[in-house]
């Protein structure tokens, strides 16, 4: 379930809870304080992708605090 995933706050990049870095971007920095997600398959194709700066496919938060 989403609720109980960790975000990180560099890349956005939803992680397991049992994660202690970014599978994405390696980062310490993780969160349960987020809201709203977006599943990016195809970021080369994704208009989303392009603003929200991400270059590789999975779940990412849409808003992290």
């Known amino acids: 379930m989403a609720e109980d995933r960790l975000v ?6 939803v992680n397991d809870p049992d994660e202690q870095n970014c599978v994405a971007c390696g980062s310490s920095s993780l969160t349960e304080d987020w809201a709203g997600y977006v599943f990016i398959a195809h970021p080369e194709e994704s208009q989303i992708a392009t603003e929200m700066e991400v270059t590789e496919p999975g779940a990412y938060a849409l808003k992290v605090r």
Request: hydrophobic content about 0%; glycine content about 0%; charged content about 50%.
């Open 8 to 13: 990180c706050r560099e890349c956005h990049r």
